[in-house]
């Protein structure tokens, strides 16, 4: 018991270090996934985790080999827990975002559905500033809105290009996507604040807006799940569809408002 103490404070001494999440550079955690493998992931061992493993995980291709991760991230858990450690975070996320591919990424975690959950959610983002740009300058300068589109989508490119074929850098893409978000929410909310005499539907938007700033915290501020099922990550995606409901409203009144608007225009003309 005294040898895991050791190790344990050892490792939350050096985590600052190093790269990647903690939970899967603790030692414990290595040994136990070497272990668990050389005991259940070949020959007859591995047949019959394959004859009792449900048909449900067996069709979102969960291997042996991600069982042994699983187990061993609670065996760990464990061990920080009872040596009154804070629970470490594994893999860069506690438990197990387009909506449809963050969906495909929290049922099956590989390489390929995190880069598709990651690299659609820098795309929501960058689609809302741009949707900014058409509704604050567009309706006067469309010509200006199309080449701030094209830089968007050379943006969304490099972006893309330099996590696909460089490095995955999880640093650098929550800094970029929390660069473009501070963007986007000050250039909505200036508008929003320069018109809300002249579009009382406006304090919707603001509404919207704050909401998700606040909301985005969640993301930033890990913490382990609650009763070991609702994590940070999964909290947020649940707490931000009210918020797109409303943000749907606001896009109603301000598009009846449009109409409205050019409707008169054209009876003066």
Known sequence: MAGRTVRLVLLVGAAALASGSQGDREPVYRDCVLRCEER????????????????????????????????????TVGLYLQEGHKVPQFHGKVSLNAWFWSTVFHTRDTDVTEKMDYFCASTVILHSVYLCCVRTVGLQRPA??????????????????YLSLVRFDYGYNLAANVAIGLVNAAWWLTWCL??????????????????????????LL????????????????????????????????????LL???EAKFKLD
């Open 144 to 161: 200006v809105a199309s080449a701030f589109r094209a830089l968007l989508l050379l943006m969304l490119t490099a972006h893309v290009s």
């Open 260 to 262: 409205k608007e050019s």
């Open 194 to 219: 320069r018109n809300r005499q002249r579009l009382p539907h406006v304090h919707k938007c603001i509404v919207v807006v704050l909401l998700l700033q606040g909301l985005s915290l969640l993301e």
């Open 40 to 75: 259940n992931c070949s020959g007859g061992a591995l047949k019959h985790f394959r004859s009792r493993q449900p048909i449900y995980m067996s069709l979102a291709g969960w291997t042996c080999q991600d069982d042994c991760k699983y187990e061993c991230m609670w065996v």
């Open 222 to 257: 890990d913490f382990p799940p609650l009763f070991w099922v609702l994590d940070a990550h999964a909290i947020w995606h649940v707490s931000t569809i009210p918020v797109h409901v409303l943000f749907f409203s606001f896009l109603e009144d301000d598009s009846l408002y």
